[in-house]
């Protein structure tokens, strides 16, 4: 028999279809060689061919060694396969030739990969956007009307005769005026691609001119920067029209319709740039009000905000609500004042639909404003017997909860009988209620009342102590009280479905998103419950005092929770598993009380089994926890590689304030004379906490130990607050021998006035010229700065705990002015006179001055309020005009 290589060829099988069909035929003595002999020979005559002979042998093989597949697919295959890709991978694609370029960066392609990261985008401001850019186009003529969108679409081939010929050439500019873009995308992937989860780390630099970037948002290190075409984001685009050679980058046309379209590479693009801003800590301050309009303030500390889009809505201690524009940093209309008490929490929704703000305070009132103009819908007055500590309302219902224990349900709709939440029925017309009556007779349901708008429909009862947060998800409420515990209620039953136990002490807040519970307790730590299991699945510990507000988004992907609960079965087989095997001693596996898990999958550290989410609460790779104390911080947690929640940033609301008055402060000084700078420091806002001054440095102009030296010192100090008042007057006492001081005091406003006499007093009652509890220099202040945060501790070591015992903790808004520190304006008097009389340091901030009542953060931004009269924030943003511009589209982490 012949051998296999001496058979003939079979003419029916071929390993590469491009062979097919060639004429020419191998003589005998090759068909009967190997494949590596021919191999051999091959190379033997190309060894002896000219090099042009050989150059035009690789041009002919080309075809068959570089297959560009896109030629071959339907655009919807290639966009399929292209789907499967991984960002960079995906922009390496689209550096290969403007054919692949074209579909590389289809829009519906990067919108599936920017929700794939776990990203979320306002879709009223998509809708809103693009309605406004064709709000004044018509539809292009000449294009038949009934060709199918896809069809219509570029594909490569109808695009290429448009291009040069060499596909390798280099690509054209993305943001060029003549760009069109489309998709032909189909549905959802029904998984995410393996290569999406892989966490690459990519800096996303702004665009510009020649800058070669590793993931750029736009892809060639020749592209230029069109910053002179953008729009800032307070442009009129979204309600005009532009040209498309003036627009943003933000905007592309849709080849299906020729309509323009936002950009969904380029928003991805944006959106990595700021998330890599929020992973390097690089922000800019901000403050609310603006340094330059000290007078718009709150009179006392804060207690409760929320923001959303541009507007800020703020309730206080001097018991008004006021709302902000976080653009201008100014008030939007004057303060709203109902209340007799303190305004302890609140709600609003600026939608035209809703228009709403409802408010509750420690006079036991719920009121109800209409958010545009400020008036009054409704007042509930006898929402509650004590304190309203927190409201949350959705579509259908209004949810309060009070110091007296209690949670309260409110229709905010008309309510008829079957709907609901409708009230229970009396036994005897419930015994009716089911009979079918044909339609011959009234239903014996239709002489029931209905019930009008924000009538109590439930009251929910079960908590031993008051009840300090709410939160409402679906037909659920998630409750949290100083009993240490954490309740899910079913309200249109009122029902209590899972109690959950966990905090060694009271609890202050709460968050729920339907799957996970989290919370922050007087015990200093920030917990993560499974709601379905009711067990603990992360427990976070780095505040030193009550954790009072905490915000927390998981960045869940599509269909992550099967994945999830796939996850925590597979942690538990492994726990099991290490348990048998002896790797975990079985005294462990019974141990009840063992060391807090932050998230860690290793099965020593394994706390709870049977959850039905992961360790540490599963989600995505962007997940944040922030969360904020009475130890005046604010904490960014995020998982570290292992999936383990760790404090990667920690920010002071103190600081922050500083930060934006030296910005504002800076520019003054860089726009103005010399001789005009007292005025313009006069109107920095008043700080009650401690500062940092730079005493010799901007009384340079002035003598030292001159009159007007001393003026200078009291122009500066006084708008920072009584504690910089009493540090100056440590290190200068000669300013007492000046009547200037009294004068600027009687010029301030009324309610600080106070605090700043008091301090005056108090040190006019001693020797002004003793300095001894601190060096009459400007380094001798910074001592309070370093000291400050010993100071803050040791005092609340000392003072005893308000959420250890049920009653503290049932009034947590007013714990603080009410017990411990009754306001910002007088503290700092009382302090200074008991430090006086007992020769402390006079240099020290009286302590718990920046405690933080409630924190709010969004894709960019963390706002905070505390217990000065100053609302803080941090933006991430970081001053860059390409992502403000963009981050009006951005959801927050959920």
């Known amino acids: 028999m012949a051998s296999y290589e001496e058979s003939p060829p079979d003419e029916g099988y071929s390993e590469d279809p491009l062979t097919v069909g060639q004429s020419a035929s191998m003589p005998p003595h090759l068909a009967?060689?190997?494949?590596?002999?021919?191999?051999?020979?091959?190379?033997?005559?190309?060894?002896?061919?000219?090099?042009?002979?050989?150059?035009?042998?690789?041009?002919?093989l080309r075809p068959r060694l570089y297959i560009n597949f896109f030629q071959y697919l339907p655009p919807e295959v290639c966009l399929k396969v292209l789907g499967?890709?991984?960002?960079?991978?995906?922009?390496?694609?689209?550096?290969?030739?403007?054919?692949w370029m074209l579909l590389a960066l289809d829009r519906k392609l990067w919108e599936q990969l920017y929700i794939l990261e776990g990203f979320r985008v306002i879709r009223s401001e998509i809708v809103q956007f693009e309605e406004g850019l064709n709000a004044e186009r018509s539809r292009p003529s000449g294009r038949n009307d009934d060709e199918h969108a896809s069809k219509r679409r570029a594909t490569p081939q109808r695009i290429l005769p448009a291009l040069h010929a060499d596909d390798d050439s280099e690509m054209m500019d993305v943001d060029m005026a003549g760009f069109k873009q489309g998709s032909i995308f189909g549905g959802r992937l029904t998984k995410e691609p393996a290569s999406t989860k892989v966490d690459v780390d990519i800096h996303m630099t702004s665009p510009g001119p020649s800058s070669a970037r590793q993931f750029p948002a736009r892809h060639s290190s020749t592209f230029q920067s069109r910053a002179s075409l953008r729009l800032s984001s307070g442009s009129t685009l979204s309600s005009q029209a532009s040209p498309l050679s003036s627009i943003s980058s933000l905007v592309v046309t849709d080849r299906s319709d020729n309509k323009k379209k936002l950009n969904w590479q380029y928003l991805y693009s944006q959106r990595r740039r700021l998330e890599a801003n929020w992973e390097a800590e690089r922000y800019t301050n901000f403050q609310l009000p603006h340094p330059?309009?000290?007078?718009?303030?709150?009179?006392?500390?804060?207690?409760?905000?929320?923001?959303?889009?541009?507007?800020?809505?703020?309730?206080?201690?001097?018991?008004?609500?006021?709302?902000?524009?976080?653009?201008?940093?100014?008030?939007?209309?004057?303060?709203?004042?109902?209340?007799?008490?303190?305004?302890?929490?609140?709600?609003?929704?600026?939608?035209?639909?809703?228009?709403?703000?409802?408010?509750?305070?420690?006079?036991?009132?719920?009121?109800?404003?209409?958010?545009?103009?400020?008036?009054?819908?409704?007042?509930?007055?006898?929402?509650h017997r004590e304190s309203v500590l927190n409201v949350r309302f959705d579509k259908r219902v209004l949810v309060t909860c009070s110091k007296d224990k209690t949670i309260?349900?409110?229709?905010?709709?008309?309510?008829?009988?079957?709907?609901?939440?409708?009230?229970?029925?009396?036994p005897s017309v419930t015994a009716t209620a089911s009979l079918n009556n044909w339609g011959y007779n009234p239903s014996p349901s239709s002489g029931l009342p209905v019930k009008q708008p924000y009538t109590m429909i439930g009251c929910l009862e079960?908590?031993?102590?008051?009840?300090?947060?709410?939160?409402?998800?679906?037909?659920?409420?998630?409750?949290?009280?100083?009993?240490?515990?954490?309740?899910?209620?079913?309200?249109?039953?009122?029902?209590?479905i899972r109690t959950l136990i966990g905090h060694t002490k009271g609890i202050a807040c709460v968050q729920y998103d339907g799957r996970r519970i989290v919370s922050g307790s007087s015990d200093n730590e920030v917990k993560v419950f499974d709601k379905e299991s009711g067990l603990e699945v992360a427990s976070l510990r780095a505040h030193s005092s009550l954790v009072r507000t905490v915000q927390a988004g998981f960045g869940d992907l599509p269909y992550s929770a099967e994945e999830d609960r796939e996850d925590a079965k597979a942690i538990d087989h492994e726990y099991f598993r290490a348990v048998d095997s002896g790797t975990v001693s079985r005294t462990v596996f019974l141990q009840r009380g063992r060391p807090r898990n932050a998230g860690s999958r290793k099965p020593e550290d394994i706390t709870a089994y049977g959850?039905?989410?992961?360790?540490?609460?599963?989600?995505?790779?962007?997940?944040?926890?922030?969360?904020?104390?009475?130890?005046?911080?604010?904490?960014?947690?995020?998982?570290?590689?292992?999936?383990?929640?760790?404090?990667?940033?920690?920010?002071?609301q103190e600081e922050a304030a500083h930060a934006a008055s030296r910005a504002v402060q800076e520019?003054?000084?860089?726009?103005?004379?010399?001789?005009?700078?007292?005025?313009?420091?006069?109107?920095?806002?008043?700080?009650?906490?401690n500062v940092s001054l730079e005493v010799d440095t901007p009384t340079a102009p002035f003598a030292p130990g001159s009159e007007a030296f001393y003026k200078r010192l009291v122009d500066i100090?006084?708008?920072?607050?009584?504690?910089?008042?009493?540090?100056?007057?440590?290190?200068?006492?000669?300013?007492?021998?000046?009547?200037?001081?009294?004068?600027?005091?009687?010029?301030?406003?009324?309610?600080?006035?106070?605090a700043m006499q008091a301090v005056v007093s108090a040190a006019a009652n001693q020797d002004p010229r003793v300095a001894q509890a601190s060096p009459p220099s400007s380094s001798g202040l910074g001592v309070a700065s370093s000291s400050h945060a010993a100071t803050s501790q040791s005092s609340a070591a000392a003072a005893p705990n308000p959420v250890t015992t049920q009653p503290s903790i049932q009034s947590l808004p007013p714990v603080a002015p009410q017990s411990t520190v009754t306001t910002a304006a007088t503290v700092p008097s009382q302090a200074a006179a008991h430090h006086h009389h007992h020769n402390a340091p006079h240099h020290h901030q009286p302590t718990n001055m920046a405690r933080v009542f409630k924190l709010q953060f969004d894709a960019r931004r963390i706002i905070c309020c505390s217990q000065t009269s100053v609302i803080v924030g941090w933006d991430f943003a970081n001053g860059d005009e390409q992502i403000i511009e963009a981050s009006r589209f951005f959801a927050p982490i959920e």
């Not at 005559?45 to 002919?60: D, N, Q, W, Y």
Request: aromatic share 6%; hydrophobic share 35%.
């Open 408 to 426: 309260k349900v409110f229709n905010r709709k008309p309510l008829m009988a079957g709907d609901l939440g409708y009230p229970d029925l009396s």
């Open 717 to 754: 100090t006084l708008p920072q607050g009584p504690s910089a008042l009493r540090q100056i007057i440590q290190a200068h006492p000669q300013i007492l021998d000046y009547d200037y001081v009294s004068e600027m005091i009687a010029e301030m406003p009324s309610p600080t006035q106070p």
């Open 84 to 99: 499967f890709l991984d960002p960079v991978s995906l922009i390496n694609t689209a550096r290969a030739s403007r054919e």
């Open 32 to 60: 009967r060689m190997t494949m590596q002999e021919r191999t051999e020979y091959a190379m033997s005559i190309l060894a002896v061919l000219p090099t042009s002979e050989v150059a035009e042998i690789v041009r002919r």
């Open 462 to 496: 079960g908590h031993g102590a008051a009840v300090n947060a709410v939160q409402i998800f679906g037909n659920e409420v998630v409750s949290a009280s100083g009993d240490r515990t954490v309740k899910v209620w079913n309200w249109p039953e009122q029902t209590c």
């Open 611 to 652: 959850a039905k989410l992961p360790p540490g609460g599963g989600g995505g790779k962007f997940g944040r926890i922030v969360s904020g104390s009475y130890d005046e911080t604010i904490i960014i947690w995020r998982r570290d590689k292992e999936g383990v929640w760790r404090a990667q940033h920690t920010l002071r």
């Open 292 to 383: 330059n309009h000290p007078e718009e303030a709150h009179e006392e500390c804060i207690y409760t905000i929320q923001h959303s889009g541009k507007f800020l809505v703020s309730g206080s201690r001097d018991k008004t609500l006021r709302i902000w524009d976080l653009n201008t940093q100014r008030l939007v209309r004057p303060p709203l004042r109902a209340h007799v008490g303190s305004v302890l929490c609140l709600q609003f929704d600026a939608d035209p639909e809703e228009d709403l703000i409802v408010s509750g305070s420690s006079d036991a009132t719920v009121v109800l404003w209409k958010f545009s103009t400020g008036q009054i819908i409704q007042r509930l007055r006898k929402a």
């Open 667 to 689: 520019t003054r000084r860089s726009n103005d004379t010399t001789t005009s700078q007292p005025l313009q420091l006069a109107s920095l806002p008043h700080h009650g906490g």
